[in-house]
């Protein structure tokens, strides 16, 4: 159903209705780049959909379909006010210790596992070969 009349702002509740019909749509088009991005839809908040987007390829190809999408919620929706803003996250390499070593890879994974140092001395594991 398309509505004729303008209902004035996207709200929180027409996302949640329309979403899942716009990741279907675009699956059966095979958009997948899209789709990633379409996972990251964060809220609404004063007709203003926020989407998170790692690095700036995912930037491009948001920028790239942002058209596309308030298009189509302005259709499915009748919504006047739609905008779209992109929240570019980089990925923080920069506080991550490197791990050159077997037994530094070892530790790292111990950190995360506590169970590995169990598993390794029953079954007689060596990390440094």
Do not use: C
């Not at 004729?4 to 088009?29: A, C, H, N, R």
């Not at 095979?30 to 203003?48: D, F, H, S």
């Not at 905008?83 to 570019?88: G, P, T």
């Amino acid at each position: 159903m398309i509505p004729t009349t303008s209902v004035g702002v996207f709200t929180q509740e027409m996302l949640d209705q329309y979403l899942p019909e716009v990741i279907e749509l675009w699956k059966s088009e095979k958009r997948n780049l899209e789709l990633a991005i379409l996972q990251q839809v964060k809220k609404v908040e004063e007709g203003t959909i926020f989407m998170e987007v790692m690095g700036h390829v995912q930037e491009e190809i948001a920028e790239k379909m942002k058209p596309d999408l308030i298009g189509i919620f302005r259709k499915k929706s009748g919504a006047g006010k739609i905008s779209i803003q992109l929240d570019v996250k980089e990925e923080d390499d920069a506080g991550a210790p490197k791990l050159y070593t077997d037994q530094d890879k070892f530790k790292h994974l111990l950190k995360k596992h506590p169970a590995l140092l169990e598993f390794s001395k029953k079954f007689d594991l060596d990390p440094d070969f």
